[in-house]
């Protein structure tokens, strides 16, 4: 199973972004996506996960303000990100859930500005 994330970027404080990961190869059913973040220096954290019907998970420091959805159709797991905050500078990672094995994405950098 690869993982593909797209988005991210530089946006100042108070902005939107959104963050797309796609997942492809031998994919019978994906049981939980998510993604994780790690700032520098940071150990690796959960942001939000979804499970295939559907159930959330926030991390507090994002309840509210951030907003996973999946499309199992397309394998492809969202996360949209509101009122952005210089706190959430780091490089977010993508995960799958296949049985017992989870699976990384590359991680894309995401930069708010203050």
């Known amino acids: 199973v690869q993982l593909q994330a797209s988005g991210g970027g530089l946006v100042q404080a108070g902005g939107s972004l959104g963050l797309s990961c796609a997942a492809s190869g031998s994919i019978i059913s994906i049981d939980v996506m998510g993604w994780f973040r790690q700032a520098p220096g940071k150990q690796r954290d959960l942001v939000a996960r979804i499970t295939r019907a559907g159930s959330t998970n926030y991390a507090d420091s994002v309840k509210g303000r951030f907003t996973i959805s999946r499309d199992n159709a397309k394998n492809t797991v969202y996360l949209q990100m509101n009122s952005l905050k210089p706190e959430d500078t780091a490089v977010y990672y993508c995960?799958?859930?296949?049985?017992?094995?989870?699976?990384w994405g590359q991680g894309t950098q995401v930069t708010v500005s203050s």
């Open positions: 995960t799958a859930l296949v049985r017992v094995t989870s699976y």
